[in-house]
């Protein structure tokens, strides 16, 4: 019996200890893991930022073009922003679209080529199609007497001038142009004709001549450190009424080491001058030979040509015969094969079957890989 009770208690003594070591050695251990454990470092992953946000205006600081980059939006998932050109208004302020058309370019290329942040403008307000040109009609004023400020108007009772083409329609920094046939209604004898830019010194012409109502000849001097793009054509009558031509008159950089020169029109009485002003696709992206690639313009007159030509600094490249079209006076279109190699900034040229520019787009095309 004695025997037994003893056994009972050894056994007893044994399970105490067996749970105290189990005790001990769970404390070490949590002891252990709190030791341990330590706040884990955030990791960051550096992501790519898009450099511009939709409404944001950029230019390439090497081009000519009085037209922007309308930026609509970026997409992340593609790394691509989508694009649209957007012109300027005749005060200078941005302005409009001329056409509804988009188009999506790699981030990479519009940051490295557009590297100019002109402006912002709330997308939604930009209006599509160019702003149709209106006659300025200039009143006298007089003042009343000092109790009250009374304006007397006045108008003239003959119509204000009207402007419909002007041959030639564009010349170079550094020359003299002269205007063979501004055409248009209601000119008289004694009016001035001007060029003007926001910005820019006002060019007015010299040897004016109003040889019908219908028509003037004249010259313009253009100085060499004129603002390149495009200008307004003005004719101011005698009775001061005038009619503004938006955009209708190009100047093109000329040979910085040229004297003034007479520059006349080469192209036919019945070929009427061509104005670009834009071009779409404005990059393409080259990586292997194309086969063909569509270019599509818009501007004035562009029925006249009959093809197409991509002018860069080593590369000239010519519309495939065939391919011009133009559905309207406003749009036209030629494929061109892109060989290998063509990276470069192309001024677009329209030309006629002779291969006489009749019009031209410095800048604006770039070929990249």
Not at 147 to 165: H, L, M, Q, R, Y
Not at 275 to 301: C, E, F, K, R, W
Request: one cysteine or more.
């Amino acid at each position: 019996m004695l025997f037994m009770k003893k056994s009972l208690s050894a056994c007893l003594i044994l399970a105490i200890l067996v749970i105290t070591s189990i005790f001990i050695a769970g404390c070490s251990d949590n002891a252990g893991d709190s030791q341990s454990s330590e706040p884990t470092a955030a990791i960051t992953t550096a992501s790519t930022t898009a450099l511009y946000t939709a409404g944001d205006i950029v230019k390439n600081p090497k081009s000519s073009s009085n037209a922007g980059l309308l930026i609509l939006g970026y997409d992340a998932g593609t790394d691509t922003y989508e694009r649209a050109y957007i012109y300027p208004n005749t005060d200078g302020s941005w302005g409009y679209r001329l056409d509804s058309k988009t188009e999506k370019v790699s981030r990479s290329t519009i940051e490295t080529l557009y590297t100019e942040k002109s402006g912002t403008i709330e997308v939604s307000a930009v209006p599509v199609g160019k702003p149709t040109t209106v006659a300025t009609t200039t009143i006298a004023t007089t003042a009343a007497t000092t109790a009250t400020t009374v304006v007397t108007t006045t108008t003239s009772s003959a119509a204000a001038p009207k402007i419909s083409d002007i041959a030639p329609d564009s010349g170079k920094t550094g020359t003299t142009v002269s205007i063979t046939a501004l055409k248009g209604k209601y000119f008289v004898s004694g009016a001035n004709v001007t060029l003007t830019k926001k910005g820019e010194t006002s060019i007015a012409a010299s040897s004016v001549s109003v040889t019908s109502s219908e028509l003037i000849t004249c010259k313009f001097a253009i100085p060499s450190d004129a603002g390149t793009g495009v200008w307004n054509v003005v004719v101011t009558n005698p009775d001061k009424q005038t009619y503004t031509w938006q955009n209708g008159f190009t100047i093109t950089k000329g040979d910085s080491t040229a004297t003034t020169t007479t520059t006349t029109s080469t192209t036919s009485t019945s070929t009427k001058k061509v104005t670009i002003y834009s071009v779409s696709p404005a990059v393409i992206h080259l990586g292997v030979t194309i086969n063909s690639q569509q270019v599509d313009i818009m501007g004035t007159n562009v029925s006249s040509a009959t093809n197409l030509k991509l002018v860069g600094s080593s590369h000239t490249l010519t519309g495939i015969d065939g391919t011009y079209y133009c559905p309207d006076t406003q749009s036209a279109r030629a494929n061109f094969a892109i060989p290998a190699g063509s990276q470069d900034i192309y001024t677009i040229q329209a030309v006629d079957s002779s291969g006489n520019v009749l019009g031209s787009l410095a800048s604006g095309l770039t070929i990249s890989t």
